[in-house]
């Protein structure tokens, strides 16, 4: 794939309607002409890709269930020290 370069982040409304007047000598930047479905079968950098997000979604899950446990023992603790305060 090519590098980004700053052009290709103009917003146009040739996206909307490519067929507008005007605009025949305008192009698209190369990451919306993409065949996503096709580059998936033929790359094996987009498995890869799907395999990262999965195991940040995995991560970020396995962090959650850490801070629920974490706050569940500090509420435990709270209302313990609360008894002894009220005893």
């Given at each position: 794939y090519q590098a980004?370069?700053?052009?290709?982040?103009?917003?146009?409304?040739?996206?909307?309607?490519?067929?507008?007047h005007g605009h025949r000598h305008e192009h698209l930047a190369w990451f919306w002409t993409m065949d996503i479905p096709k580059d998936t079968?033929?790359?094996?950098?987009m498995s890869e890709f799907h395999w990262l997000r999965a195991k940040s979604q995995r991560d970020r899950c396995c962090e959650?269930?850490?801070?629920l446990q974490c706050?569940?023992?500090?509420?435990?603790?709270?209302?313990?020290?609360?008894?002894?305060?009220w005893q």
């Open positions: 980004l370069e700053p052009e290709h982040l103009n917003v146009t409304t040739m996206v909307a309607n490519p067929n507008t079968c033929a790359n094996d950098w959650e269930v850490e801070l706050k569940m023992s500090w509420m435990k603790n709270f209302f313990l020290h609360q008894t002894n305060c």
